[in-house]
């Protein structure tokens, strides 16, 4: 038979994931035996050469339960039922789609949302429904962007499955790829080696060292979140060392006291959160590479105009 399409494949991937902590190539090995694939469907791979497709399918429809809360990752390279999902099971579904998880608020609000916090404004998620309407840009669009909120998820969970000191080095490696701190070298130096109260690093704004930003970095779960009293005690802080500028970063969220608190401030205090962690890591190439290239080409109507 023919690979299933991921949608098809997350109630046999959930009930895989049912049994305790897994890993995609497991659940690969488990699927293609029950579906009685051909070696030769086993192995086939995508287009771009660099992955197999059951493989591909299988990660795309774990990804999308994972953002309707029916699967966790305890993990690095690891999955399960979450109990959402574990209860989802117990109702004997005969399929789960993107219809199924849409039931889900959390699942809805990340499939209807842009897909990015910074302003920038994508194509909508084009829907299984409206393919035939759509044209090949708007699928190509669409997908992108698909992707590209997959990707910044995948990117925040290996963060908080690494150790301090290593999300240490990703705001080194961030700063000095967005200009800051001259070389790596001498960011390295300044940052999380400061252990003034409620500062972990300082790093030059500028290569001649004429101003300094203050650093802040929480490496939290998704779940805790910062709030006012973290962020004025960061700023207290700053007030403390005569610093004007500031930074607190952190892998979850801000609370919305503590936005709220930093709008009206005599010092410049940034506040980054996972979102927008991820998305600058994505944008200056931090723990992530280009994995293909693709162009499209138009007609050159000059080319063909007259004379």
Request: net charge neutral; charged share 20%; no cysteine.
């Given at each position: 038979m023919t690979i299933p399409d991921y949608q098809t494949l997350m109630l046999p991937v959930l009930k895989a994931a049912s049994g305790g902590d897994t890993r995609v190539p497991d659940v690969a090995d488990r699927l293609a035996d029950d579906l009685s694939l051909s070696e030769t469907e086993r192995d086939e791979l995508l287009p771009s050469g660099r992955?197999?497709?059951?493989?591909?399918?299988?990660?795309?429809?774990?990804?999308?339960?994972?953002?309707?809360?029916?699967?966790?990752?305890?993990?690095?390279?690891?999955?399960?039922?979450?109990?959402?999902?574990?209860?989802?099971?117990a109702t004997l579904p005969a399929t789960i789609d993107v219809d199924t998880l849409k039931t889900y608020p959390a699942?809805?609000?990340?499939?209807?949302?842009?897909?990015?916090?910074?302003?920038?404004?994508?194509?909508p998620v084009v829907r299984a429904a409206a393919v035939a309407e759509a044209t090949p840009e708007e699928q190509i669009d669409s997908a992108h962007a698909i992707i590209h909120s997959a990707l910044k998820a995948d990117l925040l969970q290996r963060v908080l499955a690494q150790n301090p000191t290593f999300f240490e080095g990703v705001i080194v490696d961030l700063l000095v790829s967005m200009g800051y701190g001259g070389t790596h070298e001498r960011a390295a130096l300044r940052l999380g080696k400061s252990g003034?109260?409620?500062i972990d690093g300082v790093i030059d704004e500028d290569r001649l060292g004429l101003d300094r930003i203050y650093v802040q970095a929480k490496r939290?779960?998704?779940?805790?979140?910062?709030?006012?009293?973290?962020?004025?005690?960061?700023?207290?802080?700053?007030?403390?060392l005569g610093a004007t500028k500031g930074v607190f970063v952190t892998t979850s969220t801000f609370s919305?006291?503590?936005?709220?608190?930093?709008?009206?401030?005599?010092?410049?205090?940034?506040?980054?959160?996972?979102?927008?962690?991820?998305?600058?890591?994505?944008?200056?190439?931090v723990g992530v590479r280009t994995s293909r290239t693709i162009k499209i080409k138009r007609l050159d109507e000059d080319f063909f105009a007259d004379e």
């Open positions: 992955q197999r497709v059951l493989h591909n399918r299988i990660h795309w429809a774990k990804f999308y339960m994972t953002k309707a809360g029916l699967i966790d990752s305890p993990s690095r390279g690891r999955f399960r039922a979450s109990d959402a999902g574990t209860a989802l099971l699942f809805l609000e990340w499939y209807e949302k842009p897909a990015s916090t910074t302003g920038a404004a994508k194509a003034d109260g409620g939290y779960s998704a779940h805790v979140g910062v709030g006012r009293p973290e962020v004025q005690a960061f700023v207290g802080s700053l007030v403390g919305v006291p503590a936005v709220q608190f930093v709008e009206h401030l005599p010092q410049r205090v940034i506040l980054i959160d996972g979102d927008r962690l991820a998305e600058l890591m994505v944008e200056h190439d």
